[in-house]
Every structure is written in C-alpha cells, then in structure tokens.
C-alpha cells in the first residue's frame, strides 16, 4: 500500500469549478483496479491549499498500471487545466505510528448510517404486512411509512436531525399512535419481529449494539402502548429522545 499527495494552490475564483473536475474525474479512480481510496481536503485556515490523498496498490501498480491503464485518459482530462496549480505531488510510505482517537462511534454511525436504518425497517414493513398479528395495526399505512420511522430511529441513535426538523419531531411521532390500542400481543410481535429483521438485513449484531437497540425497542413499544391507549397522557414537548452506549460501549478489540 502507498499514500500519494497532491497538493495544489487553487484560487478561491475557481475553486467551484476544481471540485467538479475532480468530482467527474473521480469516477475514473472508482473503477481504477489499482486504487484503494481517494480524498480532495480543503485547508480551512488558507482555502486556496488543497490536498488530495490517493491510497495505491502499489507505486509499480499506480505508475505503470493505472497511468497506462484505460481509467488515466478520462480522469487526466479533467484534471489537466490544473496542472500547473500542483505545488507537491509524491507518494508516501506509511509507518507504524497510526492508531485511532478516543471518539466512539455514534449509534447511527455503528449501525451504518441511513442506509441500514432505511434497509431495516423498508424490509421489516414488508414482514409486517404479512405478519397476520400485525398487518390489522398497519392496514392502510403511509407509503413513507418505513423510510419516516427510518428517520426516526437514526436521528435518536444519534444521527442528522431529519424528523424532528421534517418530520413534527417527538410530539408528532407520540400522536401517529393516538387511538391504535396496540395490545401487548401485538407489542411482543412488534418487537421479535423487528429482531428477527435486524439479523436478516445484516444490522450489527454485537453484544454491545444489540444490548442498545433492544433496550431502545423495548422502551419504544412499551411508550407506542401508553399512547395507543384508552387514556394517553398529554402529548410530549420534550426534544427528541437520544440513545447511546450508556454502559456498554462499543467492542473494537
């Protein structure tokens, strides 16, 4: 493996344009056999520096494969009104010195981000409609039904704030369940089934995470029954729910 670094010195007048090129010619690294990775940074403090970092194969197989490779032509094209803007181009050797920081992973980001949160619950609406237990509590569902509980769910563990800036937030999601009388049947379906689904659509299945989430599903129905009730409580003011790692904190090695 070996770190190439380009650094250019790009007036900010173009620099809406550099980032398109290399924004196209970045397809030609994305089908590049030879390419491990890719990044175009800005430098905050002097907005005119940029750095690309291309992880390679090998220098043998950046120099003489991707260079004279099918993928160079059309990413070189792009590239060529900025050549002279060059101020660095090399390639490095990393060393042993590497290691991560202290930050853990968000929920969301453990999870996958919107993507698995999407997988989950658009494959678990699908079981659901089939589930003779609980296809009468969705029967005539929203069709963005799974992608909005999606959005819920990803924000709570710890993702962008899409329901409660799109979506009517805590209170609205504590109405959507005014009047439905789940019952603790249903509640207990709700939630093997929503298990179940995690395995199949491959959601981590760490301890640790799946600890969390179960907790979280636990409350969550426990709540869905409050509200479905002959006698909810006064809908919630209160800012979206957050969940973390709380005791258990992520396994990585």
Not at 97 to 114: D, I
Not at 173 to 190: C, D, F, I, N
Request: charged share 20%.
């Amino acid at each position: 493996m070996i770190v190439e670094y380009i650094r250019y010195t790009i007036p900010e007048s173009d620099a809406a344009e550099f980032e398109a090129a290399y924004g196209r010619a970045a397809q030609a690294l994305a089908a590049a056999p030879q390419c491990v990775d890719y990044e175009l940074a800005r430098c905050a403090e002097e907005p005119q520096s940029y750095i690309l970092r291309i992880r390679w194969t090998s220098t043998p197989d950046h120099l003489e494969g991707f260079r004279k490779g099918e993928h160079f032509p059309p990413f070189f094209a792009e590239i060529k009104p900025y050549f002279s803007a060059i101020q660095e181009m090399h390639h490095y050797e990393t060393t042993a010195v590497a290691g991560k920081g202290g930050r853990n992973p968000t929920l969301y980001e453990w999870a996958g981000g919107a993507e698995a949160f999407e997988r989950l619950f658009t494959r678990f609406y699908e079981r659901v409609g089939e589930d003779e237990v609980l296809a009468p509590v969705f029967a005539g569902m929203d069709p963005h039904h799974a992608q909005h509980v999606a959005a819920w769910l990803g924000e709570v563990f710890g993702g962008p704030a899409v329901y409660s800036t799109e979506l009517g937030g805590h209170q609205h999601m504590a109405s959507k369940h005014l009047g439905k009388g789940v019952t603790e049947p249903q509640r207990r379906r709700w939630v093997a089934l929503l298990a179940d689904t995690a395995d199949e659509v491959g959601l981590p299945s760490d301890p640790e995470f799946r600890a969390v989430f179960a907790y979280y599903v636990e409350w969550g129905t426990r709540m869905a029954i409050i509200y479905s009730g002959p006698n909810p409580p006064p809908l919630p003011t209160t800012p979206m729910p957050k969940w973390d790692w709380g005791q258990t904190p992520p396994w990585l090695g």
